[in-house]
């Protein structure tokens, strides 16, 4: 079983930056697939940027150049450093993790464990 908790939101003024910070609870294999989605109201959540096992990452467009996922793996924790900000990055930010590392890294349907989520909200 993983438990993903994630931290670090709260509100910003456009331009300003942020760290999320996703704690990892639990056993995780070799190979992972670990990303972070973001959810605003009335819209459908999408992948913000994810990492392989392999050290790999992936991004959405709207974020390339101003967001960076990392992990420490001896702090089990996975982080979202966000730069830029614009209101348009306001939304509820979730962390996730899957096993199949083959998969899509930015399809929040083929993620099995998530987190609660934490608020980031941007104002102009």
């Known amino acids: 079983q993983v438990q993903l908790v994630e931290s670090g939101g709260r509100s910003v003024q456009a331009g300003g930056s942020l760290r999320l910070s996703c704690a990892v609870f639990g056993s995780i294999p070799s190979t992972y697939r670990m990303g972070w989605f973001r959810q605003a109201p009335g819209k459908e959540r999408e992948g913000v940027a994810a990492i392989a096992s392999d050290g790999s990452t992936s991004y959405a467009d709207s974020v390339k150049g101003r967001f960076a996922i990392s992990q420490d793996n001896a702090k089990n924790t996975l982080y979202l450093q966000m730069n830029s900000l614009k209101p348009e990055d306001t939304a509820m930010y979730y962390c996730?993790?899957?096993?199949?590392?083959?998969?899509?890294?930015?399809?929040?349907?083929?993620?099995?464990?998530w987190g609660q989520g934490t608020q980031v909200t941007v104002s102009s």
């Open positions: 996730a993790a899957d096993f199949r590392w083959y998969l899509s890294p930015l399809k929040s349907d083929e993620y099995y464990y």
